[in-house]
Structure formats: C-alpha cells, structure tokens
C-alpha cells in the first residue's frame, strides 16, 4: 500500500510502485482532469504539482509519490477561482481544450515563480505544453491577465 | 639557491599550464610525469567527453543537447542559475531518478542537471588543449583538486553516461577503459596536447 496525498486528501493506493501516476491519478483515484497525451513526457498534458513542482505524471512512477503531495488540475483552486482560471476563461483560451489542464499547471509554477512574468519567462516556462489547436496567442494573453488579477489580489497562490 | 631555482624551474614544468598559477599541485596523488603517454592517454578521454552523452550536458548556451545528434533538446529547456532547470521546466520534471523505459523517454538520474550558470564546463567547440586546461584548472572544473578529478570519474552523472536508456549510443569507449585513460591522464601530469 502506497500512501499519499491529493488535493490535499490522503488515500492508500494498492498498486505497483513502478506505476505511472497519471494512471494512478485517472484510473484508481479517479480524477480524469489530468490528460494522457503522448506517454513519453514531450507534449505536457500529464503535468501535475509535486510538491509544488510541476512534474509529468506519465513517465513519473507511483513510488516517487509515496508520502508526498500531488496537485491536480481539480485541486488548483477550490472554487475554479485561481486567477489562471479566471483568466482562462476571459480570453476564452480553449479550444479543445485537451491540453489545458498540463498548460495550467505549468503556468501556475510559472506565475509563482514569477508573478509579473515577461514574454521571455513564459516562453521558458511554458515551451513544453504543446497545444495542437494553436491556442498559443490566447495562452499567453491569458498568463498576463492572469499575473494582473493575481497582482491585484494580493499574491501568488 | 641554484637548488630553489631549479626546484622551481622543474616544478613550473610539472604541467603545461603556460605559467598559469592556479593549478593544483598534486598531493596524495601517485604522479609519474610523462608527457608523451598523459597526452595519449588524454586523446582516449577526449574522444569520451566530446561523445553525445557527454556533450550533450556540457553545452557553450543555456539549452543542453539531446540525441545522438546532439540537436537542441526538444522544448528547449534552460540551464537557469543552479543548472537544474527553471520554472515549469525544471531536468527533473521529467527526468526521474532512474531511466524511463521505452524509446524516446527521457533517461533518469536522482541528480540530473547542467553545471552551474557561474561555471558552465563548457565542452562544446573545445579543442583538446583547451578541454584538458579546464579540466584541471579549479577555477573551471567545479573546484576540484586533482585527487578529486580521479574518483570523478566514479561520479554517479558520469557513470549514467554509460546506462542512458533505449536508443542511445553508449560513449565510443568502455567506463571502465575510460577511468584507466583519465587516471593515467591525471598521474602522468595531465598534460594539455599542443592543438
């Protein structure tokens, strides 16, 4: 039994160590935000927080997980209210929207990181979510409006 | 007086430092200078360091190389300040502490990283005598004295190079050949070659 904890829940997983978490996170937690998109970390669908970290869930084994806490796209914010999300949906970024949970993720490290980021620091932060529908210009559009609402409320989330 | 003179005149010549006063003297080394076989032995490492799973953690920019070709890693990740990667793309966002299986999945190491932004180890574009001047020189090789360049060569970064994963092709020599170059390398003077 492998324990650990998401969104801030503990649970006892039965599985093999050497699992993938994206699979542990989707098929026995049962949290389906989290997206399988190339199982070989280059398109950054699978991204997750580790401790805070934004790792790819899909080549990231269940035992590195074990007694640590993992954020998923679900557990960003409480009420669908991080300013990403807010931003998100004011420039209506998505269009399939498929890659959006890995893309927020990344840019939550990012705007942490970096609360005021420059076109280059999203450029380095985000060059590893891959969106097919081209989503780009919106994506970033939405990472400033997003560092403003977050200036304004007070403070990295 | 002739005695410190010449002292110090067969020290100067201990290596091919052109008068650079920084170099490490060796103290529990076992030194035998030789010049002849230490630039041999050097040309063997050459050829190893200078080989893609090296290299291509040894970059002159901030984005590491990746594939036998050496090209630009995909998504361009950058060195940052502790060479460990920044912000969502961090070596270890996707590099685990051991290799993923599988073709094309990022090989692992529990200490993946670039040398430091205040000393890159530069590799790429070095000529053999200026990748053997940095190799000994404090200053450039992470702050090593010579006793510490030998065991580097067990150094757990080092020895990944040799178990990469799928799809790799391992370094043109042996570790095991490599550590014998190295260390008769650095114990016969570590000398630089001419070019």
């Known amino acids: 039994m492998i324990s650990l904890k998401v969104n801030k829940k503990p649970y006892e997983v039965d599985a093999d160590p050497n699992m993938p978490l994206l699979w542990v996170i989707r098929d026995i937690i049962g949290l389906t ?30 035992s590195r997980a074990e007694h640590q806490e993992i954020t ?49 620091d999203i450029d380095d932060a985000m060059a590893g979510n891959i969106c097919r529908c081209g989503t780009y210009l919106r994506i970033r559009e939405a990472i400033h409006m997003a560092a403003e609402l977050q200036s304004k409320k007070g403070g990295a989330k | 007086m002739a005695i410190i003179l010449c002292t110090a005149g067969i020290m100067a010549f201990a290596f091919d430092t052109g008068g650079d006063p920084k170099i490490n003297m060796p103290t529990a080394v076992g030194m035998k200078k030789d010049s002849v076989a230490s630039v041999k032995a050097f040309a063997a490492v050459y050829k190893v360091l200078m080989s893609p799973r090296c290299l291509n953690c040894h970059p002159a920019g901030d984005v590491p190389f990746q594939g036998d070709d050496s090209h630009l890693h995909t998504m ?74 030998i065991e580097h060569a067990d150094d ?37 070659p001419k070019k």
């Not at chain 2, 391992?170 to 095991?176: D, E, I, R, T």
């Open chain 2, 76 to 149: 361009f990740p950058k060195r940052g300040i502790d060479g460990k990667g920044v912000l969502a793309m961090k070596c270890a966002n996707c590099h685990q502490p051991e290799n993923t299986p599988g073709l094309h999945t990022p090989p692992g190491n529990p200490n993946w990283h670039l040398p430091p932004a205040n000393m890159k180890m530069v590799f790429e574009g070095k000529s053999p005598r200026q990748l053997a001047k940095q190799m000994v020189d404090p200053n450039q090789n992470g702050h090593k004295n010579m006793q510490q360049l």
């Open chain 1, 33 to 62: 935000g989290t997206k399988f998109g190339c199982g070989v970390a280059q398109c950054g669908a699978c991204v997750i927080h580790l401790n805070g970290e934004a790792v790819r869930s899909c080549v990231t084994k269940l």
């Open chain 2, 156 to 192: 757990g970064l080092v020895l990944s190079g040799w178990n990469m994963g799928e799809g790799r092709t391992k370094p043109p020599l042996s570790h095991a050949a490599f550590k014998k170059a190295w260390i008769t390398w650095i114990t016969t003077g570590a000398y630089a």
């Open chain 1, 72 to 120: 998923t796209i679900e557990g960003l914010s409480n009420d669908n209210d991080h300013p990403l999300q807010v931003a998100w949906n004011e420039a209506n970024v998505p269009q399939c929207g498929y890659c959006h949970s890995g893309q927020l993720m990344s840019a939550a490290v990012l705007l942490r990181e970096k609360p005021k980021p420059t076109d280059q």
